[in-house]
Nanobody, 123 residues
Framework: QLQLVESGGGLVQPGGSLRLSCAPS????????IAWFRQAPGREREGVLC????????NYADSVKGRFTISRDNAKNTVYLQMNSLKPEDTAVYYC????????????????WGQGTQVTVSS
């Protein structure tokens, strides 16, 4: 089955930037919608951004609008989350998740999840 690996997390000062990557251990991501979720301490998991197989983008969090960008590079078989102007409230574990076309069509939860990568924004 599809296995996803996130990378790029770490400690950054407020106002700084990070780029997270999501890549499979095998198989192509080209047919999947890919979403980034995050879960802050003591809070519910929330969707951040999603990119469809065709490249369409949906923003699920108003708090990141204008600061975060999702993109995919099919040649590298990788999806990215570029995070700029980071704030302490962005601190969370960030997860990459993949959904099959039928899952997207029926509105179900993602089919595959990565293990998460920690992003800490602190001075």
């Amino acid at each position: 089955q599809l296995q996803l690996v996130e990378s790029g997390g770490g400690l950054v000062q407020p106002g700084g930037s990070l780029r997270l990557s999501c890549a499979p251990s095998r198989y192509t991501l080209n047919y999947y919608a890919i979403a980034w979720f995050r879960q802050a301490p003591g809070r519910e998991r929330e969707g951040v951004l999603c990119i469809s197989a065709s490249g369409g983008v949906i923003n699920y969090a108003d708090s990141v609008k204008g600061r975060f960008t999702i993109s995919r590079d099919n040649a590298k078989n990788t999806v990215y989350l570029q995070m700029n102007s980071l704030k302490p409230e962005d601190t969370a574990v960030y997860y990459c998740a993949a959904s099959k076309p039928i899952t997207v069509l029926t509105g179900g939860p993602p089919d595959y999840w990565g293990q998460g990568t920690q992003v800490t924004v602190s001075s």
